[in-house]
């Protein structure tokens, strides 16, 4: 297709041509001087994807591939000054004749460099830098949202059917989703015997709510914080045929958190590079927008829906030369189905690492058959694009920032929750459920919770393990050497990454060889998301034990705090924070401000030593920021010299005055 290589045919009709779209309603807008097409429905994301940029930029000079987590924000080319007016682009609907801009790219403004661009696969945003993908709004003030009694984030079956049920109950509510509509990601998981299909489920549900006139729906609306009482979001609306962003703060005595799962990303090098993608995304931008890379797709799995996915793509006219599922004797419905298609499977295998393919666009795949103490690693594959599917983790995100619990389930291999703070409840896969059943009765059981009524037990309704054999771990690959393409711990922006295997000086037989260094996540107090910490329990980087520990403070580092706190109504937490008070020994809280013109960042460490890069010779750690101001809890005084570290290098910072809560910071 013209101006949009990787968007999807229809001919023959499939299920995978973008049921989101108007193909008669075709548009095109400007990002970076670029042009891009695109068509009534998509957004701004699935339109760039569609014209073919797949690469978001560089990272320590490795290629990161642009997905639905990992992106940058934009902004309008007249308003590119005004950071506080900047949009996600995966929320963000496309508009014919707008011009925008990426708001962390620093050569927009050079007009050769922007000619170059236009032919380019990438964004080119350079993330090496912190803020590269810094969402401004977070600090923004908040307008006031819906009186309600009840908000529901999530706009799922499990979501769906609280909203209705607490409706039903005499409360007014707010239903928030993140997508531009609802309806979750029901759909990829196809159904059981006696369900409605994913479509007529969603559609009862969605008109349900329609009826209701209690009901306010927020769609393109990211809960971004959250504490026992109050939400914080964004929301990307159209005025006037305009997007526009707004920061919404919502009061209300209940919450139902039907946040869903987080698709887990197998641990290999190589496995953001441009070309690679999870299963639930490679459909969702299919099913959704019709958006599809390449003509050729490998799929590695440890979880039978992607076994669907590849029929699906297959009947879309997709190349799927094989399956690898890590499990070593899988059996689903949806496997028997894939064989009829005559699509090749390979039990007992995983992905060793990957490698972008000498001969541009796409990929060189690394199999590797690991069944027990058997390991061959095979021929490598050429292809266009891997789908990966690592399996799924309850997203926890705003559980624990609310200061919710978890702990580590080693037979799921997977963070659970476990008691929370009264006034919230979990439903749906984020509570651990695993049918659509139990889902959905999940939602009307979580309002009665709340509501201190008399409440039905929830059942699942599993297919037997013999016939349907359940997730496998996510699969762990090669560890990277100092030349391969690195090997993170999720698919977000956080950028953790699996330490790198350097060459020892002694032979690994000698008996007084030193060991290899440790590597621990539990002792750096820096922003975790919920998946990396999952992976750092699978690589021994954080003790099971302790995993929940961990996930309640590191999350609630993830949201930068204060700003617009006070107008949104967020009560702040406690400084410093309760998991850091016997960290830094002697510590006090303090005022502090890099030397040069930018912002610090939850989490960013503080070191004597600028050299110094050892996480555990930390003095200290930003906790806060207010007004646009850093407060940091650090062992030391204030004529002491010290620096915060960056990917790169460090920057120095001053230590300006004790802080303490309340204190005004207008100038």
């Keep these: 297709m013209k101006g949009q290589p990787n968007r999807l045919g229809i001919d023959p009709p499939h299920h995978l041509q973008g049921?989101?779209?108007?193909?008669?309603?075709?548009?095109?807008?400007?990002?970076?001087?670029?042009?891009?097409?695109?068509?009534?429905?998509?957004?701004?994301?699935?339109?760039?994807?569609?014209?073919?940029?797949?690469?978001?930029?560089?990272?320590?000079?490795?290629?990161?591939?642009?997905?639905?987590?990992?992106?940058?924000?934009?902004?309008?080319?007249?308003?590119?000054?005004?950071?506080?007016?900047?949009l996600p682009m995966e929320r963000t609907p496309a508009t014919d004749g707008v011009e925008y801009v990426t708001t962390a790219r620093k050569l927009r403004s050079n007009p050769l460099m922007r000619l170059l661009a236009r032919g380019s696969r990438s964004l080119n945003i350079d993330l090496d830098r912190a803020d590269a993908l810094a969402r401004p709004w977070i600090g923004s003030p908040a307008e006031p949202g819906p009186e309600v009694e009840l908000v529901v984030v999530g706009g799922g079956v499990a979501g769906l059917t609280a909203a209705v049920a607490?409706?039903?109950?005499?409360?007014?509510?707010?239903?928030i989703e993140a997508a531009p509509r609802l309806g979750g990601t029901l759909r990829l998981f196809g159904t059981q015997e006696g369900e409605q299909t994913p479509d007529e489920a969603i559609a009862r549900l969605t008109a349900a709510v329609a009826q209701v006139d209690a009901i306010t729906v927020l769609t393109s609306a990211e809960v971004f914080a959250l504490r026992p009482g109050v939400v914080?979001?964004?929301?990307?609306?159209?005025?006037?045929?305009?997007?526009?962003g707004r920061v919404v703060g919502i009061r209300a005595p209940h919450i139902v958190l039907a946040t869903g799962s987080l698709e887990r990303l197998p641990v290999f090098p190589g496995n953001r590079l441009p070309g690679v993608i999870g299963a639930l995304e490679a459909y969702e931008l299919a099913q959704l927008y019709g958006v599809w890379a390449g003509a050729s797709a490998l799929v590695a799995t440890s979880s039978s829906p992607a076994y669907r996915l590849a029929m699906l793509a297959t009947d879309a006219g997709i190349t799927v030369p094989r399956i690898i599922d890590s499990r070593p004797h899988p059996q689903s419905r949806f496997?028997?189905?894939?064989?009829?298609?005559?699509?090749?499977?390979?039990?007992?295998?995983?992905?060793?690492?990957t490698t972008a393919s000498p001969k541009g666009r796409g990929l060189m795949v690394l199999p590797r058959l690991s069944m027990g103490t058997l390991s061959r690693t095979e021929a490598p594959l050429p292809v266009d694009r891997?789908?990966?599917?690592?399996?799924?983790?309850?997203?926890?995100?705003?559980?624990?920032?609310?200061?919710?619990?978890?702990?580590?389930?080693?037979?799921?291999?997977?963070?659970?929750?476990?008691?929370?703070?009264?006034?919230?409840?979990?439903?749906?896969?984020?509570?651990?459920?695993?049918?659509?059943?139990?889902?959905t009765a999940s939602g009307s059981d979580a309002v009665d919770a709340l509501l201190g009524r008399q409440r039905r037990a929830v059942e699942e309704r599993l297919i037997d393990p013999i016939y349907e054999t359940p997730d496998a771990p996510a699969p762990l690959g090669d560890v990277p050497d100092e030349v391969a393409a690195p090997a993170y711990l999720d698919g977000g922006w956080r950028h953790i990454e699996r330490p790198r295997l350097k060459a020892s000086r002694w032979p690994a037989w000698l008996p007084f060889a030193p060991p290899p260094p440790g590597w621990s996540l539990a002792d750096t107090p820096q922003p975790l998301d919920i998946a990396d910490i999952a992976a750092g329990v699978q690589l021994g980087a954080i003790p099971a034990a302790s995993a929940g520990i961990v996930a309640q403070e590191?999350?609630?580092?993830?949201?930068?705090?204060?700003?617009?706190?006070?107008?949104?109504?967020?009560?702040?937490?406690?400084?410093?924070?309760?998991?850091?008070?016997?960290?830094?020994?002697?510590?006090?809280?303090?005022?502090?401000?890099?030397?040069?013109?930018?912002?610090?960042?939850?989490?960013?460490?503080?070191?004597?030593?600028?050299?110094?890069?050892?996480?555990?010779?930390?003095i200290g750690v930003v906790v806060r920021i207010v007004n646009g101001k850093a407060v940091a809890l650090i062992a030391g005084h204030a004529e002491m010299a010290a620096s915060?570290?960056?990917?790169?290098?460090?920057?120095?910072?001053?230590?300006?005055t004790p802080y303490q809560e309340g204190m005004r910071l207008d100038a």
């Design 554 to 618: 590191r999350v609630a580092m993830v949201v930068i705090e204060g700003g617009g706190a006070s107008a949104a109504g967020l009560p702040p937490a406690p400084l410093p924070p309760l998991y850091l008070r016997d960290r830094y020994q002697g510590a006090a809280l303090w005022l502090v401000a890099p030397t040069e013109a930018r912002v610090l960042d939850v989490g960013a460490l503080i070191y004597r030593d600028a050299d110094e890069t050892d996480p555990l010779k930390a």
């Design 386 to 439: 891997l789908v990966v599917c690592g399996g799924w983790q309850p997203d926890l995100t705003l559980w624990h920032m609310a200061g919710g619990e978890s702990a580590w389930n080693a037979t799921r291999t997977r963070l659970e929750p476990r008691g929370g703070p009264a006034g919230i409840a979990l439903a749906g896969s984020a509570g651990g459920w695993l049918s659509r059943s139990a889902c």
């Design 19 to 86: 049921s989101a779209i108007d193909r008669t309603r075709p548009l095109q807008f400007r990002l970076d001087g670029r042009v891009i097409s695109g068509f009534a429905g998509d957004t701004v994301l699935s339109a760039v994807l569609a014209s073919g940029i797949d690469t978001i930029g560089q990272r320590g000079g490795a290629p990161l591939a642009l997905s639905l987590r990992h992106a940058p924000t934009i902004s309008f080319a007249a308003l590119a000054a005004d950071h506080q007016r900047t």
């Design 166 to 175: 607490a409706a039903r109950r005499g409360l007014r509510v707010a239903l």
């Design 232 to 244: 914080r979001l964004h929301q990307v609306e159209m005025l006037e045929g305009t997007p526009t």
């Design 335 to 353: 496997i028997e189905f894939s064989r009829a298609y005559g699509i090749t499977q390979a039990a007992g295998t995983i992905i060793a690492a």
């Design 644 to 656: 915060v570290r960056e990917p790169g290098r460090a920057i120095g910072i001053r230590v300006v």
